[in-house]
């Protein structure tokens, strides 16, 4: 157990649905990110949030949006699904803004889009 | 846009070889980090190397950070079936996102009893 917890574990949902994925950071730790994992295209960077602020945002479609709040949970909403949004998602927690020590990864949220 | 390409992209081995991973950039990065990620789990931090030209060990892995702070490898000395899983380099350094870790691509590494 990474001390990141992600729910739900999986979730089959179909097209133009909305859904919403949760993430409780490591005790301790300010930062949360989100990560989309894809066969093709890897681990790609969504967003960031930093003590309830957001931080940094990557190529995260405007139909995605996602928030921290005050206990420092994060949740990910996805929007109008299409197929291609299947994927992995990860959150990840480190107890500072920057990357230099590392992320601890929860186990992921399976998403099938059909 | 920072790259990260990893090199090979799979790797099937017999248990007891040596093998070694490959991470390039043309970036130079402020640290770089090597992950394990098994199947239906999220990645594992293995080590973080931060100075250039820094060697660090963990049992029979061994990480290097190139001089110039853009490359790594990874070596694996008597690769063992546990071994098996993707492994991923990721650079910490500012992109156009922020301050932040760009993943490669990742190696999928397949050792066989």
């Known amino acids: 157990d990474s001390g990141v917890t992600q729910t739900p574990k999986h979730l089959i949902t179909a097209t133009g649905q909305r859904v919403t994925l949760r993430c409780s950071p490591r005790s301790g730790d300010l930062s949360v990110y989100w990560y989309q994992q894809s066969l093709d295209q890897g681990l790609q960077f969504l967003i960031q949030y930093y003590n309830g602020e957001e931080r940094a945002k990557g190529n995260i479609l405007e139909r995605f949006s996602a928030q921290q709040f005050p206990d420092l949970h994060s949740e990910l909403n996805l929007s109008s699904l299409e197929l291609g949004d299947s994927a992995l998602y990860f959150c990840?927690?480190?107890?500072?803004?920057?990357?230099?020590?590392?992320?601890?990864f929860g186990s992921g949220t399976r998403l099938t889009v059909v | 846009t920072q790259l990260l390409e990893q090199s090979p992209q799979f790797l099937s081995i017999q248990e007891g070889e040596n093998l070694t991973v490959y991470c390039n950039s043309s970036s130079v990065f402020s640290s770089l980090q090597w992950y394990r990620q098994e199947p239906g789990e999220g990645p594992v931090l293995l080590v973080t190397v931060v100075t250039g030209g820094e060697v660090k060990k963990l049992k029979r892995l061994t990480f290097q950070f190139g001089d110039a702070r853009k490359d790594s490898s990874l070596h694996i000395t008597a690769a063992q079936t546990g071994d098996t899983g993707l492994y991923l380099c990721a650079g910490a350094g500012y992109n156009n996102a922020g301050n932040m870790l760009t993943f490669g691509g990742g190696t999928r590494l397949m050792v066989k009893p």
């Open positions: 990840a927690s480190s107890v500072e803004g920057g990357p230099n020590y590392g992320y601890t």
